[in-house]
């Protein structure tokens, strides 16, 4: 059995989400800090581990003073709660370029098992010969099963802030080599 480790590359890869905003809206923001890693037996995807620390305090809506909330104990406490986890459990295989990922999310202390549906991009080599594998992977969570309960009541109804938060995860990972691997 050889044991395959890829490394997510960051600069080339992204965390987006969006929430309803006063209903009508939808505000978009990313994480610009995190790291990851595929580990895959003898390259074989459908028994690969995936595991993701997120920075909490690197989100970004784009506005100051919103991120600022979010990362305040109203939202993501991200002095109590620096990071945002995932570690998979399982991964089913649902075709050829489709796989579905389960695993653990662990947002403001607060544990959830969550299923990624992953579209798997293939493979190519860089200019400099490292081989590079693409992955999408889209999931929608409730916030406030991850304890972000804050809101605020609208006057002609509905809340400021959506529950559902949808997810988008764009990937591209590097294969290391057998000495970095190890």
Do not use: C
Request: proline share 2%; net charge negative.
């Amino acid at each position: 059995m050889a044991l395959e480790k890829w490394e997510i590359d960051s600069s080339h890869s992204g965390i987006h989400f969006s929430v309803r905003h006063m209903v009508v809206a939808k505000v978009r923001g990313n994480f610009a800090r995190w790291v990851g890693s595929v580990l895959a037996e003898d390259g074989d995807l459908s028994r690969a581990q995936v595991n993701v620390v997120i920075d909490a305090s690197s989100i970004d809506t784009g506005v100051a003073e919103r991120d600022a909330h979010l990362k305040s104990p109203d939202f993501l406490d991200v002095l109590g709660f620096p990071e945002i986890t995932f570690k998979s459990k399982r991964v089913d295989k649902q075709g050829d370029e489709m796989l579905r990922v389960s695993g653990d999310l662990t947002i403001r202390g607060v544990t959830r098992e969550v299923v990624l549906d992953v579209e798997y991009a293939g493979r190519t080599k860089d200019p400099w010969g490292n081989e590079r594998a693409g992955f999408t992977a889209k999931t929608a969570i409730e916030r406030s099963d991850f304890g972000l309960t804050w809101n605020q009541v609208l006057e002609a109804g509905g809340v400021m802030v959506g529950d559902r938060l949808s997810i988008e995860i764009e990937v591209e990972a590097v294969k290391q080599s057998a000495e970095k691997a190890a």
